[in-house]
């Protein structure tokens, strides 16, 4: 996508829901917090490609989105970050129905700031429903697999995360969930990490980078086999890592 958006190199789309969100966004000159302060650069950046007449390239759009793409899946990331993503989605996909020559790029851009709004959202979750036990005197963490489920198929959010990730990446958190939900909780939690882990080639992303239909037909079996393999970490890593390296 990166190539793609380099070779497209001056096209430009109208940005007019992206300068709406940056005129409803309040936040100091100088902001203290780090993450305000990444809100901040990131305005100024959008700001600096901003063309006359109020447009921008895919290529400075697409730089955005790796520059801050991972910093959605953060805690507590910004509201305003998502908002700004937001609008560059609404955007891209309004540039994507007019058809014509930058059509294509800009819905496979829109898909993929829209993959990193569901991501974030799936992180969002997962945080929520970890929390903390004590065992053999070390405090770890774990995963209440019901609660991430009773979160993941909350009628509003399950519609968004279809929409963002598209069907088959949410089949592959529902099959994390089928699969783990009797395992011990502080498994299901290393589990999701290393299936991220694997999924996104280490970048932390749901699927990043990785196409829909690889991951529907991967996904399962990855899963099945973390979840037979349980309680054992390292078998469960040269599963993963042999799955992922024989394709």
Do not use: C
């Not at 940056?22 to 305005?43: D, F, Q, R, S, W």
């Not at 759009?61 to 609008?87: F, T, V």
């Not at 399962?220 to 993963?240: Q, R, Y």
Request: no cysteine.
């Amino acid at each position: 996508l990166a190539r793609s958006a380099r070779a497209a190199g001056t096209d430009l789309i109208p940005a007019g829901n992206i300068q709406r969100i940056l005129g409803e966004i309040k936040i100091p000159a100088t902001p203290a917090n780090p993450k305000l302060l990444a809100v901040k650069t990131t305005i100024d950046n959008l700001k600096a490609v901003m063309k006359p007449g109020g447009t921008i390239g895919l290529d400075d759009l697409e730089a955005i989105r790796r520059d801050i793409g991972p910093l959605l899946q953060s805690r507590n990331a910004p509201k305003e970050l998502r908002a700004l993503y937001g609008g560059i989605v609404l955007d891209l996909e309004k540039e994507a129905a007019k058809g014509g020559v930058g059509a294509s790029l800009s819905r496979q851009m829109a898909r993929a700031y829209k993959q990193d709004l569901g991501a974030a959202k799936v992180a969002e979750l997962f945080d929520t429903a970890t929390t903390r036990r004590v065992i053999s005197g070390a405090d770890v963490p774990a995963l209440d697999i019901g609660k991430f489920s009773k979160l993941l198929h909350d009628t509003k959010t399950k519609k968004q995360l279809m929409d963002q990730l598209g069907p088959d990446a949410l089949r592959t958190i529902e099959e994390f969930v089928f699969r783990f939900r009797s395992l011990p909780p502080t498994v299901a939690y290393s589990g999701w990490n290393s299936l991220i882990s694997v999924l996104s080639g280490g970048a932390g992303g749901l699927a990043g980078g990785i196409p829909g239909a690889v991951v529907g037909v991967l996904a399962p079996e990855i899963i099945k086999n973390m979840a037979l393999v349980g309680a054992n970490p390292g078998a469960l890593n040269v599963v993963m890592i042999s799955i992922a390296q024989a394709t």
